[in-house]
């Protein structure tokens, strides 16, 4: 019975009326509703990236274990493969996820004479640290993804350690932190990841050279990459200078 008065109502509205009780459609890209919802995602992705640390720092103190699980010759082995970028004396130099430092004292230790520097962490707990260790020197809390630096601002741009974390889009996450790296470095970014090989477990972002040749393939195709077969590690080297290869 209900069913029979409602067809009969509707059959009693005129054409017209009918096409103006119809919503207009109104065309929308929905991609910002899905850009949104991986901002969220990376917000939580940019949080696991620095709480530990935090944690491990109350726990154990400011040693180098804080920063580097597999400790201190694994770290140093990771610095000399960015410092195989280029010629740094002199040079002006963006630490993108600095924790304590260590990258300075590295520089230090070898009698390398580095220009300006500014270390840059999620963490306020790890940026006093490195203020205390190296007082000469700018430290800043900054997200670079969501919060760029003036262009071309600095020589080099590095990042050690910043992208073992697994994500479902980790690849675009890499591209978005490296793109804007990218645009602050006057002459190269180096960054750092975990190789994969066959006794990796699946804990942690361990991605082959090619994946992340792909990912970085809107930065630049000017990239260059050296695995180091000691630590498992692999070093890519992005060049805005024409003089080096693109691949
Ligand atoms: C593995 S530790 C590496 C620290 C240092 N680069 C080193 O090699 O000793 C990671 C640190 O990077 C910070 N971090 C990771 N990704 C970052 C990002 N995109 N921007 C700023 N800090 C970041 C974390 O908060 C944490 O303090």
Not at 17 to 25: E, G, H, R, V
Not at 27 to 43: R, Y
Not at 143 to 153: A, Q, T
Request: net charge negative.
């Amino acid at each position: 019975m209900v069913q029979s008065s409602q067809m009969m109502k509707t059959a009693s509205i005129k054409k017209d009326d009918f096409k103006k009780m119809i919503l207009p459609y109104e065309p929308h890209d929905p991609t910002p509703v899905v850009e949104e919802a991986v901002e969220t995602l990376f917000e939580v992705l940019e949080k696991e990236y620095c709480e530990p640390f935090e944690k491990r720092l109350d726990e154990l103190g400011e040693d180098v274990h804080v920063e580097w699980g597999d400790g201190f010759r694994p770290q140093q082995r990771r610095f000399m493969y960015l410092a195989k970028i280029g010629d740094l004396e002199g040079k002006s130099i963006l630490d993108v996820g600095c924790g304590f430092a260590d990258l300075l004292d590295f520089f230090k230790k070898l009698g390398m004479k580095i220009g300006n520097y500014r270390g840059l962490d999620f963490s306020e707990k790890m940026l006093e640290v490195a203020r205390k260790r190296h007082v000469e020197y700018e430290f800043e809390r900054r997200n670079i993804r969501l919060d760029p630096m003036k262009e071309e601002s600095y020589d080099y741009v590095f990042g050690s350690g910043i992208f073992f974390l697994r994500h479902p889009d980790w690849k675009k996450y890499v591209h978005d932190v490296v793109e804007s790296m990218f645009k602050t470095a006057r002459i190269g970014v180096a960054v750092n990841f975990l190789m994969n090989n066959a006794e990796n477990c699946r804990d942690l972002n361990y991605p082959t050279p090619e994946e992340v040749r792909k990912a970085l393939k809107g930065v630049t195709n000017r990239l260059d990459i050296l695995e180091d077969r000691s630590t498992d590690d692999f070093t890519v080297y992005l060049f805005k200078d024409a003089r080096f290869p693109s691949h």
